[in-house]
């Protein structure tokens, strides 16, 4: 009798049994299928892997991105799945840049806000790219040194940060610019070897700026790139969400300035800008802009036979005029950029000094120097600047060389 008994109490405890495995499967499979913490999946599905690229793609690609994207193009390369759940998508805040002219645009990326390619000669590349973290992960110094880990260079402290980091002003407040040289093992050296990179933090965000790519042609860009930064504004919160970023500033056509003895040349002048009476024999025109809190600047056009003493020279006369010390001619050289202007290409500088912002382009045209220098207050120049250039870019001259 006790046989029947013992088989019932085995044959009870294995169903007990399976009942119980089979709730422990259904649990485990759930577990599997839940969103990770926050309710927000992983946001790059290779994060964590070194350069944050998977094996045998190129580092920092992205779908979509277009051919000859260089090395290290995503923003958020190194970033942890956590980290990468703070980053803004494309689709987040509507901002408004103006993009220097060589730059072309590129297809976004699900990281990026504004991404620009811009080349250069013998197939060199350079990366440029915007993004939004809604907190810094680490802070300006992680971050830098995240940076600095991509170009394989050592980390630095605070004070090493703060002696190799510049300060400029953005429509967030206060950044910081750091450069970065250093070619990684196995990099394209048409696409990689320098990094410039801005941070700035607003209303609890930190807005990144980065170029990445040749040494050469990322150096030569630098300028283009804090002047690029400077133009990166927030839309107003009751634009309509169609608008489209105010990429290219409106123009009114203008009749040619009557032409000086020794030469001519015609321009289209900015929407709100004017014409006003030249008040020295030396000037061949002069154009104002007032701005809306009445400050104003003044545009500046004149020629000079030969090279008036250079660009060292000149451009250091522009930097007294600012109250700025001198510089020599190895510090020459990062604070000139070029622009094409028809068949001309204008060298062009942007100081700016406790009082005064001086931005100017100049070139030569047969015997003569010609010079295109914009003054105002630093607001007023900033707001005003893409309109400046693009005057640069509408110059053309009428005689023959």
Not at 22 to 33: D, F, M, N, S, W
Request: charged share 15%.
């Amino acid at each position: 009798m006790k046989r029947p008994y013992l088989l019932l109490g085995c044959l009870i405890l294995t169903a007990a049994a399976c009942k119980q495995d089979r709730e422990i499967k259904v649990y485990h499979l759930a577990k599997e299928t839940a969103a990770s913490p926050g309710g927000a999946p992983a946001a790059d599905p290779h994060a964590g892997m070194p350069g944050g690229a998977m094996p045998g793609a190129m580092p920092g690609a992205m779908p979509g991105a277009m051919p000859g994207a260089m090395p290290g193009a995503d923003p958020h390369a190194g970033l942890t799945a956590e980290q990468l759940a703070t980053a803004s998508p494309a689709s987040g805040p509507q901002f408004a840049d103006v993009a220097p002219a060589n730059w072309k645009k590129q297809v976004l990326s699900p990281m990026r806000l504004a991404s620009y390619l811009v080349a250069g000669d013998g197939g060199a590349t350079a990366d440029i790219s915007f993004s939004i973290l809604r907190q810094a992960p680490g802070g300006t110094l992680a971050n830098v040194n995240r940076w600095r880990d991509q170009l394989g260079q050592p980390p630095h402290d605070e004070a090493a940060l703060k002696a190799a980091s510049q300060t400029i002003k953005t429509s967030f407040g206060e950044g910081i610019v750091v450069e970065v040289e250093g070619l990684p093992s196995g990099a394209d050296a048409a696409k990689d070897g320098r990094l410039i990179g801005a941070i700035a933090d607003k209303d609890g965000s930190t807005w990144f700026f980065k170029m990445r790519g040749n040494s050469a042609l990322t150096a030569a860009e630098k300028e283009h790139f804090i002047q690029w930064v400077a133009t990166v504004t927030p839309a107003a919160a009751d634009a309509a969400p169609a608008a489209a970023p105010a990429a290219a500033p409106a123009h009114s056509a203008l009749a040619p300035p009557a032409a000086a003895a020794d030469g001519s040349v015609t321009w289209q002048v900015p929407a709100g800008w004017t014409l006003a009476p030249s008040t020295s024999s030396m000037r061949y025109a002069t154009l104002s802009v007032v701005a809306a809190d009445g400050s104003k600047g003044e545009l500046v056009v004149s020629h000079f036979p030969g090279d008036v003493g250079g660009d060292l020279e000149n451009v250091n006369r522009w930097r007294q005029q600012v109250s700025l010390p001198p510089v020599d001619a190895a510090g020459l050289v990062p604070l000139v950029s070029k622009l094409t202007a028809g068949s001309k290409t204008l060298s062009l500088i942007d100081v700016t000094g406790p009082q005064t912002r001086l931005t100017a382009g100049w070139t030569r045209h047969g015997a003569d120097t010609w010079f295109f220098k914009f003054t105002g207050p630093d607001a007023l120049v900033a707001a005003e600047k893409a309109k400046f250039t693009a005057f640069l870019e509408s110059v053309r001259f009428t005689n023959p060389e």
